[in-house]
């Protein structure tokens, strides 16, 4: 079976450009969650989303944001971007069965570089 | 809020030495307790994980009993391999989030020398 897979793999951007990171999650599991991995740090949550509808969301800038599909992948976008912005961004999924138990299961990531 | 430590790295061993990371939690209630690592340019695997107290979870040869009373859940390996080198992460699930995003702690870089 398929994983979480992510694209693109790298990206290189400017300061104030916009990016689009893309996420398709596992078969079958209706939740996707974003997080953003600063070098050298764990990661840091970002959203969540499940059915389409953001479950939640961690202490970022409105510059970030995301959204579901009905075939429950997701984009994550990024406005102006920053140089601090630079980082590898996780996409996760889960069944979302269970509100608090789900295991979440992660894509290789995109990395993303601003100069 | 909630919260992961974990030791500081890196960690350096010999193979076939034993291996402990310790990890230690702050939340309320009762979060479920993950390892996760992460290879060289890759993104993060699940190692393990435990979801209520004195539960163990094992797979690789590795594991980590959840405590509840020490708030800790440890990893460990009997004897470890070069293949082992990789960034381990605890995480916690937050309760107090939407659904159980997951807080993680920063990481403890493991090398192993032949």
């Known amino acids: 079976d398929a994983g979480v897979t992510q694209s693109p793999t790298h990206l290189i951007k400017t300061r104030g450009q916009q990016v689009t990171l893309r996420c398709s999650p596992i078969s079958g599991h209706k939740s996707v969650s974003w997080y953003q991995q600063v070098l050298g740090q764990g990661p840091q949550f970002i959203f969540q989303?499940?059915?389409?509808?953001?479950?939640g969301r961690g202490n970022f800038p409105d510059r970030f944001s995301a959204r579901q599909f009905p075939n429950y992948s997701s984009e994550l976008n990024v406005n102006a971007l920053l140089l601090g912005d630079s980082a590898l961004y996780l996409c996760a999924s889960s069944l979302a069965r269970d509100r608090v138990q789900e295991t979440q299961y992660f894509g290789p990531g995109t990395r993303l570089l601003v100069l | 809020g909630n919260s992961v430590t974990q030791m500081e790295g890196p960690v350096t061993l010999s193979e076939e030495a034993f291996l402990t990371i310790n990890c230690t939690y702050t939340a309320t209630g009762y979060p479920s307790l993950f390892w996760y690592v992460q290879y060289p340019g890759e993104g993060l695997q699940l190692l393990l994980k435990?979801?209520?107290?004195?539960d163990k979870g094992s797979n690789k040869g590795f594991e980590a009993t959840y405590r509840k009373e020490t708030t800790s859940f440890h990893l460990e390996k009997g004897s470890v391999q070069v293949s082992d080198s990789a960034v381990y992460f605890c995480?916690?699930?937050?309760?107090?989030?939407?659904?159980?995003?997951?807080?993680f702690g920063k990481g403890t870089k493991l090398s192993v020398k032949p």
């Open positions: 435990a979801t209520k107290a004195d």
């Open positions: 989303y499940y059915e389409k509808e953001e479950r």
């Open positions: 995480a916690l699930s937050d309760l107090g989030g939407s659904q159980g995003n997951l807080i």
